[in-house]
């Protein structure tokens, strides 16, 4: 297991063997530089509100979590949402945004984002690439110096909510996010799991990843909860929960179940349109769970913001 950034053991245990970034946690280098960290403050400095969305585990629905949770806080008008997209390697945001082909402009303050709303833009590898299938084959140093790049260099303004879609896994990216934002601050992050203990099993790992970190745990969503027949109104469990789902495992290490998400075959069809489920399916039982979620996240970010102001 990683011992943690700010471990003495830091890239020194057995665990940190074969890690990239083991050079740098054993030289005390795991996060930015003073230079390097005065920047990041000062170009996030507006931001109010970090959220990571995180899984260890890929095809849980993570980028869609992401998207959707982007839009329901850019729902409200009053509020300036941004959505970074560090999945380096397979960046579907710009097409669950409805943002494929856009590029990124440049600007005196640095990159613009992409917007979709005047109230929510968006920033993804996606927009740097000449076609969405083309490959990003890139090893650990130059995804971390992308991470630094859209942090430091993309002039997102004023922001209330930064969303954060990971790759899966507790590799490089996360450590680099991590490590960058630690210049600024983080409210925490939500995992993302389904009910079957295939799936549950990484994300136990990502939990102890945030624990090992200090990476807040806002809570777990468990997507793909079931499926209610829209005739017949039978549901059915298409990923059966044989160990208790994702309700018991955060009874197990004390973690908030934030809601669980039921299957609508909606959500995929809008995500590929690049549409707002929550906008085309305001009745679907999906709908309202997203909504309750979304109002938890957003009530943890204002007491996380309370606490801090206490604090300081």
Known sequence: ECPGTGSVQAGRAAACQGCPNQGLCAAGAAGPDPAEAAE????LRAVRHTVLVLSGKGGVGKSTFSALLAHGLAADETKQVALLDIDICGPSIPKMMGLEGEQVHQSGSGWSPVYVEENLGVMSVGFLLSSPDDAVIWRGPKKNGLIKQFLRDVDWGEVDYLIVDTPPGTSDEHLSIVQYLSATHIDGAVIVTTPQEVSLQDVRKEINFCRKVKLPIIGVVENMS????????NESQIFP???????KMCQNLSVSLLGKVPLDPQIGKSCDR??????????????????NIIQRIQE?????HLQEEKIM
Do not use: D, I, M
């Open 274 to 291: 690049g549409q707002s489920f929550l906008a085309e399916a305001p009745e679907s039982p999906a709908t309202l769970s997203y909504r």
């Open 300 to 304: 943890y970010c204002e007491q996380h």
């Open 226 to 233: 079931g499926f209610v027949c829209p005739k017949c109104k």
């Open 40 to 43: 990041l403050r000062a170009r």
């Open 241 to 247: 929960p044989t160990t208790g789902g994702a309700e």
